[in-house]
């Protein structure tokens, strides 16, 4: 225990939830990848918001497309190269770079042509109304057949 001495600090059950803290988290979901766009998606006074955090991301590399149930986000990280960048030696590199994809469903039907996005610090924000439902309807007979 000496050579390990958080241990001795923890009771057995927190031990046991910090080492299964990792594997709550699906080893694939939808559009994941090694860093994805962590995304809230709520819904206030009539409309549904979906807010990504896109961090180190040009808006101008994001595109984004919204249907009555879901909507898709796609974006690029590119690799901030500078003058000098390959005579580089590294002791960590955890920035991520690449591609994020995303297809998030709506949980009531949206309509597209409402939709809205705004981008600032880092994090997009999507509105769109709900596709108000029909509150029409008709109240049906019933005949019984002798």
Same mark, same amino acid.
């Given at each position: 225990?000496?050579?390990?001495?958080?241990?001795?600090?923890?009771?057995?059950?927190?031990?046991?939830?910090?080492?299964?803290?990792?594997?709550?988290?699906?080893?694939?979901?939808?559009?994941?990848?090694?860093?994805?766009?962590?995304?809230?998606?709520?819904?206030?006074?009539?409309?549904?918001?979906?807010?990504?955090?896109?961090?180190?991301?040009?808006?101008?590399?994001?595109?984004?497309?919204?249907?009555?149930?879901?909507?898709? +986000?796609?974006? @690029?990280?590119?690799?901030? *190269?500078?003058?000098? #960048?390959?005579? !580089?030696?590294?002791?960590? =590199? &955890?920035?991520?770079?690449?591609?994020?994809?995303?297809?998030?469903?709506?949980?009531?039907?949206?309509?597209?042509?409402?939709?809205?996005?705004?981008?600032?610090?880092?994090? +997009?924000?999507? @509105?769109?109304?709900?596709? *108000?439902?029909?509150? #029409?309807?008709? !109240?049906?007979?019933?005949? =019984? &057949?002798?």
């Amino acid at each position: 225990m000496a050579r390990y001495p958080m241990m001795r600090m923890m009771d057995p059950e927190s031990m046991i939830d910090t080492f299964m803290r990792g594997f709550n988290e699906p080893f694939f979901t939808e559009g994941f990848t090694e860093f994805g766009a962590k995304t809230d998606l709520y819904r206030k006074d009539g409309k549904i918001y979906a807010e990504a955090e896109l961090p180190g991301i040009n808006p101008d590399d994001v595109e984004l497309h919204v249907y009555g149930d879901r909507l898709t +986000l796609s974006a @690029e990280k590119k690799s901030e *190269s500078t003058e000098g #960048a390959k005579d !580089k030696s590294y002791f960590r =590199s &955890e920035r991520r770079y690449g591609k994020i994809e995303r297809v998030i469903s709506f949980p009531v039907e949206a309509d597209p042509e409402t939709a809205k996005a705004t981008f600032k610090n880092g994090v +997009l924000t999507v @509105e769109i109304a709900e596709k *108000s439902q029909d509150k #029409a309807h008709k !109240k049906v007979a019933i005949t =019984s &057949e002798a």
